[in-house]
């Protein structure tokens, strides 16, 4: 039942009201003035308040005014003897539906009322409607924007994937060619290095057998009765040894086989290195103490560290970790011996054992030349190198991050230029699960 509320001082205009809408079938209130009236908006709601403009007490003004701010689903209506336009548009801006004016014909009494009843219904469908159509824009909207968002990451991790399927497919060629060309350099240093042991062991026996010739023809030259076929040969031998500077190449020949040795040996690391890039090592999982496989590393290296550094070690108490024990000796070799090529005269090379967090950290830095900082992003790239043609391929520290990625772990590099460089590696305590 629609409910209206009579706010009147006269008691005569509200009864009548009251006649007028009881009539009608409304369920109505009657209160004297503004404060009577409030007491009523609080117990229930009103779907129409009609109030009086002079009333003693709170004026019907302010009243109406409380009541459209303050319930917003309640249509108002004012009674008013006076017809003064200019308060008329200032309840009209408030939103009061409309006026009646005494003395009023009961019949537009009733019109008015239910005129403003039906424009609050009207309004109440709209702001209703409004409501609805804002929500909905606001959930598909919301909608949209999470299916950009997820769109969006997909296509970020689309991308990401074929980077990674670009530099795997670029690694796997490169690796393919690379074990391609390592088996082909194999076969013949095979054959160059033992023929060199081979040369090697006959050498001495040639260089004694020379240098009894030479004897012989010394002694020769002292006897004068020979004939003369015999003394020309003499001669010719003297000068082909002048000529050929036979001192000289007896000399020199132990040395050239070594550095052949010295360069077959270099060979076959890069054939082994190329190789690796391929499939880096078949190597069994193992639970290893690293401070002992670091230590061994060490003894296999020395040679190449022992004029350039002092070693300093400081081991903490590491638990065994699961992992292929013979890659990252590999790891640590090519660390180590980068730290003592990075070291000019003589330095230090320091190496620090420690469990941080879940992982196994290992620290080796050395008091090298240090990298500068535009070669810090590319120093794991395969063939990336400032050694010298000959000195370095740029495979170890590629080797080294592919190794400590399989094994789930991590490897970071500090440098100062001038100063020296850390490289810390982890390895995560949990093995590889
Ligand atoms: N401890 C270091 N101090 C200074 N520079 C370093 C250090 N370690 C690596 N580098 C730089 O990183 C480059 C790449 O190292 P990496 O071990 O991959 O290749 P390489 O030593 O040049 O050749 P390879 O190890 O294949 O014989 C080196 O050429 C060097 O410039
Ligand atoms: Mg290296």
Redesign the pocket.
């Known amino acids: 039942m629609t409910r209206i509320l009579i706010v009147d001082d006269d008691k005569a205009v509200r009864n009548l009201f009251g006649q007028i809408l009881g009539d009608d079938g409304y369920d109505y209130t009657l209160a004297a003035d503004a404060a009577e009236a409030r007491e009523y908006l609080k117990e229930q709601n009103f779907e129409l308040v009609i109030s009086d403009i002079n009333m003693p007490g709170e004026s019907g003004l302010d009243f109406i005014r409380h009541v459209l701010a303050e319930h917003r689903d309640t249509a108002a209506l004012m009674v008013t003897v006076m017809d003064d336009l200019s308060i008329a548009e200032t309840l009209f801006e408030l939103g009061v539906y409309g006026y009646i004016i005494k003395p009023f014909h009961v019949k537009d009494a009733l019109i008015s009322v239910k005129n403003a009843l039906h424009r609050r219904k009207l309004e109440i469908d709209n702001r209703t409607y409004r409501e609805k159509m804002e929500q909905m824009v606001s959930e598909r909207t919301a909608a949209l924007q999470k299916g950009k968002k997820e769109l969006e990451q997909t296509l970020n991790r689309l991308k990401e994937t074929q980077a990674q399927m670009i530099q795997s497919e670029k690694m796997a060629s490169i690796g393919q060619l690379a074990a391609g060309i390592a088996h082909e350099i194999n076969n013949p240093t095979g054959f160059v290095s033992s023929n060199l042991s081979t040369l090697s062991d006959y050498q001495s026996d040639v260089i004694t057998l020379v240098k009894e010739y030479r004897k012989l023809v010394a002694d020769l030259k002292d006897i004068k009765e020979y004939s003369t076929s015999i003394l020309e040969q003499v001669d010719r031998i003297t000068s082909l040894e002048a000529e050929a500077d036979i001192d000289f190449i007896l000399d020199d020949i132990s040395g050239l086989i070594d550095e052949s040795r010295e360069g077959t040996e270099r060979i076959k690391k890069i054939a082994l290195?190329l190789k690796d890039l391929a499939h880096p090592g078949e190597d069994k999982l193992k639970f290893e103490d690293i401070n002992r496989n670091l230590a061994s590393t060490l003894n296999v290296v020395w040679n190449e560290l022992k004029y350039k550094a002092t070693v300093t070690k400081d081991y903490g108490e590491l638990p065994e970790v699961e992992c292929y024990p013979q890659q990252l000796k590999q790891v640590f070799t090519?660390?180590l011996?980068?730290?003592a090529?990075?070291i000019e005269e003589k330095g230090e090379i320091g190496i620090v054992t420690r469990v941080v967090d879940e992982y196994v950290e290992i620290k080796i830095s050395?008091t090298?030349?240090?990298?500068p900082e535009e070669?810090l992003s590319r120093?794991f790239d395969p063939f990336?190198?400032?050694?010298e043609v000959g000195k370095?391929?740029?495979?170890?520290?590629?080797i080294a991050y592919k190794i400590i990625n399989k094994h789930n772990g991590t490897i970071d590099v500090e440098?100062e230029a001038g100063k020296g460089?850390t490289?810390t590696i982890r390895v995560p305590v949990g093995g590889q699960q």
Do not use: R
């Open positions: 290195d090519n660390i011996v980068n730290a090529q990075a050395d090298g030349k240090g990298i070669n120093l990336f190198t400032t050694k370095g391929t740029g495979l170890g520290l590629n440098s460089t490289f």
